[in-house]
């Protein structure tokens, strides 16, 4: 139930038998968690995630690597596979057979994004959003990264990796306008847009407001 209060133990002891890791997500609030497209997979899997907002949790999650010998897993860290032996196997060869199609317009984001982002691949954890960004598996947690700011320390910069959904239809419809557009500056805004909305969605602002406006007005137009 989102909301509940929930112990480790009482997390642990809820986990299905084929569940290893202990999942979570640390967020500036609540709300900001609850909302985070990184849950999707979880929520369509019907698997607990737990919640850390308060900024104590930060230095605890930084100490805390796992629990009764389960891991402590974030859930916006790293790649995500979910499922039994079989669904994951099923899940890599459509994964592979996606990134086959996408691998031109891959390609090419990540090299028009890559003052923003380290990569740009296809995700597990989507089902409903078009993208999400993820850190890397060993890197700062955000609380961690306000609390050495808060600290006067100097806090290291991260780039992270822009997740796409490849069965979202704004995908869909850029894959198929790649080939013919991809030169045109009106497709590289309306692409550019896939990093703005994942920023959005985590509650920070888009790099640039003005333009972010302009494109998403001249996607709607269309």
Same mark, same amino acid.
């Given at each position: 139930? *989102?909301?509940?209060?929930?112990?480790?133990?009482?997390?642990?002891?809820?986990m299905?038998?084929?569940?290893?890791?202990?999942?979570?997500?640390?967020?500036?609030?609540?709300?900001?968690?609850?909302?985070?497209?990184?849950? *999707?997979a979880?929520?369509?899997?019907?698997?607990? $995630?737990?919640?850390?907002?308060?900024?104590?949790d930060?230095?605890?999650?930084? /100490?805390?690597?796992?629990?009764?010998?389960?891991?402590?897993?974030?859930?916006?860290?790293?790649?995500?596979?979910?499922g039994?032996?079989?669904?994951?196997? *099923?899940?890599?060869?459509q994964?592979?057979?996606?990134?086959?199609?996408?691998?031109?317009?891959?390609?090419?984001?990540?090299?028009?994004?890559?003052?923003?982002?380290?990569?740009?691949?296809?995700?597990?954890?989507?089902?409903?959003?078009?993208?999400? +960004?993820?850190?890397?598996?060993?890197?700062?947690?955000?609380?961690?990264?306000?609390?050495?700011e808060?600290m006067?320390?100097?806090?290291?910069? /991260?780039k992270?990796? +822009?997740?796409?959904?490849?069965?979202?239809?704004?995908l $869909?419809? #850029?894959? *198929?306008?790649?080939?013919?557009?991809?030169d045109?500056?009106?497709?590289?805004?309306e692409?550019? +847009?896939?990093?703005?909305?994942?920023?959005?969605?985590?509650?920070?602002?888009?790099r640039?407001?003005q333009a972010?406006?302009?494109? #998403?007005a001249?996607?709607?137009?269309?």
């Amino acid at each position: 139930d *989102e909301g509940k209060l929930i112990s480790l133990r009482q997390y642990r002891d809820a986990m299905p038998p084929d569940q290893k890791e202990i999942y979570f997500l640390a967020a500036e609030s609540l709300a900001q968690a609850r909302q985070s497209p990184q849950l *999707e997979a979880f929520r369509k899997r019907q698997l607990d $995630v737990l919640f850390f907002a308060d900024p104590i949790d930060a230095w605890i999650l930084d /100490q805390l690597a796992e629990y009764d010998g389960c891991k402590l897993r974030a859930i916006n860290h790293g790649e995500i596979d979910l499922g039994s032996e079989t669904e994951q196997t *099923e899940a890599k060869k459509q994964r592979e057979a996606d990134d086959q199609r996408f691998r031109p317009l891959l390609d090419w984001l990540k090299a028009s994004l890559s003052d923003d982002v380290k990569d740009v691949r296809l995700s597990s954890r989507l089902t409903d959003s078009a993208c999400c +960004l993820v850190a890397d598996e060993q890197a700062l947690n955000p609380g961690m990264l306000r609390m050495m700011e808060a600290m006067g320390q100097e806090v290291p910069k /991260q780039k992270r990796t +822009l997740e796409l959904n490849a069965s979202h239809p704004l995908l $869909v419809l #850029l894959l *198929e306008r790649f080939p013919s557009e991809r030169d045109d500056e009106a497709f590289a805004a309306e692409a550019g +847009l896939l990093l703005d909305l994942a920023r959005v969605a985590e509650g920070a602002a888009p790099r640039q407001p003005q333009a972010f406006t302009q494109a #998403l007005a001249a996607r709607l137009a269309r």
